[in-house]
């Protein structure tokens, strides 16, 4: 009795996101028959280190707070940890000072800022960096006015300059780091390989660089005929230059909104 051979996945979803989070684009990717091709770039860890904290307390002194991602939010929630077994605590408890505003570039992050006691965030619809530079809270600054941005070396580089370029004086905390991790040998392999449709679902130019960077060059070739998904026309443009040629916005950062693209195919 023959064994029947699997039926091919309609289409292999590719995520550049870090080693840990590409289970929300698996899950939805499954829902249209599709398969994940993780190509993650690098891993998250928080950097806990007393230079670190010194500089997340001085952020944290500011009057309006920009978190630029849900990793952000770990990384707060570590080194407050941390702090609190120091032998000279610097971080204030709780994070949240009367009179501060606390701004989030999505939901996502917005809901781990909620989960960790911050009562009141503010997020843009379009969560993105410049949904977030669009927000009403963020256009203008009296003269010294400070912005706290806990984020990360490298990624949304547009937000610091945009601020100071509006009279903030933004005080940066570095509180993780991208560390850099090969890629997946198997899955360079299955992207080599792939006979079905690619989808990329971008929300990461640096990862995006990266991975160009590392792919050997029949997969980085093969990996240029997807379509990509991008989460801002910022990214878009970032695609088209690096040799992408079916390239679309899609309406957001989240894993259903960059994979819209299958719902749309599935019901074509």
């Known amino acids: 009795m023959s064994r029947e051979s699997p039926t091919p996945p309609r289409w292999y979803v590719i995520s550049l996101r870090p080693s840990d989070e590409h289970e929300a684009l698996r899950c939805i990717a499954a829902q249209y028959a599709s398969e994940l091709i993780e190509l993650s770039p690098w891993s998250i860890r ?77 997020w843009p619809e379009r969560m993105d960096s410049e949904g977030l530079l669009a927000l009403p809270g963020l256009q203008s600054f009296a003269a010294g006015e400070s912005v706290g941005l806990l984020t990360a070396p490298g990624g949304r580089g547009v937000i610091a300059p945009s601020l100071s370029a509006r009279g903030a004086q933004v005080i940066r905390a570095d509180i993780y780091r991208r560390e850099p991790a090969p890629l997946s040998r198997f899955m360079i392999a299955r992207l080599s390989d792939a006979r079905a449709p690619l989808l990329l679902a971008l929300s990461s130019g640096e990862a995006l660089q990266r991975v160009l960077d590392e792919l050997p060059a029949q997969a980085a070739a093969r990996l240029r005929q997807a379509r990509v998904s991008a989460a801002s026309e910022r990214l878009a443009q970032l695609a088209r230059e690096a040799g992408f040629a079916d390239v679309g916005v899609a309406a957001g950062p989240g894993a259903r909104e960059l994979l819209a693209p299958l719902s749309e195919a599935a019901s074509g």
């Open 46 to 122: 928080s950097d806990n280190t007393i230079a670190t904290r010194m500089a997340l307390a001085e952020a944290l002194r500011a009057t309006r707070i920009v978190v630029t991602s849900p990793n952000a939010v770990r990384a707060l929630r570590d080194l407050c940890a941390a702090d609190a077994r120091a032998a000279s605590p610097s971080l204030p408890r709780p994070p949240q000072r009367a009179g501060q505003t606390w701004f989030a570039v999505g939901a996502g992050t917005a809901q781990a800022l909620s989960d960790f006691g911050i009562a009141e965030v503010r």
